[in-house]
């Protein structure tokens, strides 16, 4: 149990140091930073239910006010500018990324891991942050795709990234693929 | 030092978390449905003035904390006026100033510990466990604690990284920082046991 709380912790605080690390905003308000690639490694190294609660737990102290949204955003503002249908993929898209990768026989493997990583990442935080813009920006389905393609091949980098990394950290910790769940 | 909330006092800061939170979710609601140019300007005029009356270094301040949003609420007017409705354009730009504006307000005017034990506070009132509520505390603050840590050792790994090479470094110091993350995350659990467990 206080692995499993240490775990969900550390990983929370993975996903705000790496939204803080310097990126750059495209148009129409959706920040492209390393946050997206914490939230694949929530999925794919603790698995669906440990990396969800990871993914929630970080959502929850953006929503308290610290400033580890992507380029240091805080508080609930964050929750009502138009890219808050990715916040809310966020979660979603750990949860699959862990049910997915747990179907193979080397869950932390590089293809595992990022297969999980496409699925999950790409797609299902993509369709999230879709709707939302969708909604919150009133123009149509099309239009609001159109806003979300410019980060698309940067999700694909993310998730071949997050398979990378995942295969080597198996590699120096093979502890950890038995903690996942 | 990792907060939001503002250090200049103000009447704002004295009221209760809880009420604000509460009025936070009716305005936010006003916002979502209302669809009469009038009223979003004036809710948007509410949200200034509640800015002001709590003196020009707030409000300098919380205009600090807007800016980003300001540029894509003016993107996402110009293309809805282009469009030939500047009419939506008007509604969209008002209401995401003012939601994201009031929402700010709140944060910056409410301490951490506050809204922490506002959250313990609702969860106790859903009938979450004792237990549960104890570890989410114990979560909250081990994220709150490890996060300067771990940017701190992102910025000495970039600074590593651009002493020995021209190339940026990147995806590269992500490997280091999340075995940072797990080691760390090791040895709490251990201190966590020592003190006798969760």
Redesign the interface.
Known sequence: ???S??????????I???A??PGL?L???VPIT?QT?GVM?CGT?LGARKGALAVL??L??IA?????AA?G??????????SVGYLVGFPVGAFVIGLVSSRFANPMGFWPATLAALVGGLVVINVFGIIGMWI????TLPVAIGYAAPFMPGDVI?AV?AGA?TA??WK??PG?AAQRG | MLALSSDIPTWAHRLPAGRKFAALFGASLAIALARSLPVQGAILVAAVALYLSCGPAFARAGLRALRGLAVIAALIGAWHWLMGAPETAALIVLRLLSAVALANFVTMTTRLEEITALVDRALAALRTPAVLRRRLALAIALTIRFVPVLSDKATRLTEAWRARSPRRASFRIVLPMAIMAIDDAEQVAEALRARGGV
Not at chain 1, 73 to 82: D, H, K, T
Request: hydrophobic share 65%.
């Open positions: 149990m206080e692995r709380i240490a775990l969900i912790a550390l990983f929370a605080a993975l705000g140091a790496l803080l690390l905003t148009g129409f308000g390393a690639l490694l190294v737990l970080y929850l102290l308290i006010g610290l400033p580890i380029n955003g805080a508080g609930l503002g964050v929750f009502a500018r138009p919150k920006l009133d123009v993310k990234a990394i080597a950290l120096a910790r950890l």
